[in-house]
């Protein structure tokens, strides 16, 4: 949807320059989220970091099948869940 509404909101003969304007933005952000990350994980505790990461992560699996069965489209999470449970950890 985002590539949609750019793409009406900018003009022809400046399309490139926007694009290239939201490609650097979302790679700054990406930037800025991985050293703020690194600031907390130092200060906080690695293990603790990754943990609050993993809980995160599975909040928004279950946010994602949530709408997605309010959307009425078809889910593969079952799937997925047993794929998870196949990977093992050495």
């Known amino acids: 949807m985002s590539g949609r509404l ?3 909101l900018s003009d022809r003969s400046t399309a490139a320059t926007d694009y290239t304007i939201q490609v ?9 989220a991985t050293v703020l990350s690194g600031i907390i ?7 603790i ?9 599975l909040l928004s699996v279950f946010l994602i099948y949530q709408g997605s069965r309010k959307s009425g489209k ?3 999470l079952p ?12």
């Open 6 to 8: 750019s793409g009406r």
């Open 74 to 76: 078809k889910s593969d």
């Open 24 to 32: 650097s933005v979302m790679f700054l952000g990406g930037i800025a």
């Open 49 to 57: 970091t990754f943990i609050i990461s993993a809980v995160v992560s």
């Open 79 to 90: 799937n997925l869940i047993r794929n998870l449970k196949s990977i093992t950890v050495e």
């Open 41 to 47: 994980a130092q200060q906080t505790g690695y293990t």
